[in-house]
């Protein structure tokens, strides 16, 4: 039989990803949406008639459970969240809630319609922040140094949790950091390659920035999806670390996103102490060999590739429709 996946967060970029990886294996896929009065499905309208979206809100319990009973899937993927580290600080209560409790809730909601649901929470490399040692695995520490990384190691060990208390399939993926063309404008891979693609069209003259010392450990969004689905392909549940294992200064993602236009960044680069963050994560680089090992992946897409494809991705963007200019 067809299997059945229900995605929270579908519309956003590892939403969007996912639901095409599911539906090139064959799934039947419903995305949760929340009901608002602005509706943004631009990550998912290219597929959206292939899926059977239905309402649901990680704020609200009995939501949750009508979306998982209407949904009868074979797997739950959580995505949803607050997931925006800066606006963490700004709504913090917002971000507990929603980013951890909003796990519990799911949780709650699966285990009350059918415990045998395999279920992935989405953790994130922001819960291992002040890192206690090089690279971070599953078993380092956490010591998380914004709201957010301490809603999602919330998030992370009530899945733990439940999995221990109750039997449940339940994994989490320690995904570090994943980009995409489809990544948010707010985010500042994407801020750096839609920049560096104005710039290159005359449509901007400078990019503000924070600190630039700070390494992240990218990675392809779209390799990272294949390992939340092979998490729940395994005969038991676990906890995995999705890396490249590789990592790169805010200064090296800027050289290589102006370097594909034949720009130097120097020329345009602004420090501005807005975007400096009140705790920052200095170094994060994942040890992926237990997801090698056990799931066999491995990423395909590296980080100059990654770079570069964004950059095109936002030329295009911005050649056909010069009003997105922002």
Not at 179 to 201: D, M, Q
Request: charged share 25%; net charge negative.
């Amino acid at each position: 039989m067809t299997k059945r996946a229900l995605i929270t967060g579908i519309t956003g970029q590892d939403g969007s990803y996912l639901a095409e990886f599911l539906l090139g294996k064959g799934y039947t896929v419903y995305g949760m949406v929340r009901r608002t009065s602005t509706v943004r499905y631009e990550r998912i309208q290219h597929i959206q008639d292939q899926l059977e979206l239905v309402q649901g809100d990680m704020g609200d319990l009995s939501s949750l459970i009508t979306a998982i009973s209407t949904a009868e899937p074979d797997e739950v993927y959580n995505l949803a969240a607050q997931s925006f580290v800066p606006t963490s600080w700004n709504q913090p209560v917002f971000t507990g809630d929603i980013t951890g409790l909003g796990v519990t809730r799911l949780l709650e909601a699966l285990r009350t319609v059918n415990p045998a649901i395999r279920f992935y929470q989405a953790s994130s490399s922001e819960m291992f922040g002040k890192v206690q040692e090089v690279p971070q695995r599953e078993r380092t520490p956490f010591y998380p140094r914004s709201p957010y990384g301490v809603a999602k190691v919330y998030g992370h060990w009530i899945t733990v949790n439940y999995r221990e208390s109750y039997d449940l399939f339940a994994c989490s993926g320690i995904l570090f950091n994943h980009e995409s063309p489809r990544r948010g404008l707010e985010f500042v891979t994407r801020k750096v390659t839609y920049h560096a693609a104005k710039i290159k069209l005359g449509l901007a003259d400078e990019i503000r920035i924070g600190d630039l010392d700070p390494k992240r450990d990218w990675g392809f969004a779209g390799d990272y999806v294949e390992a939340m689905w092979l998490m729940l392909q395994q005969d038991q549940p676990d906890d995995y670390v999705i890396a490249t294992g590789q990592t790169h200064s805010i200064e090296r993602l800027l050289q290589v996103a102006f370097e594909h236009v034949g720009l130097n960044w120097r020329d345009y680069a602004v420090q501005d102490p807005r975007f400096m963050r009140p705790a920052e994560v200095d170094l994060l680089v994942g040890d992926p060999s237990k997801a090698h090992a056990r799931l066999g992946w491995e990423p395909q897409v590296n980080f100059e590739e990654l770079i570069s494809m964004m950059v095109e991705s936002d030329l295009r963007l911005l050649r056909d429709t010069p009003g997105q200019a922002l």
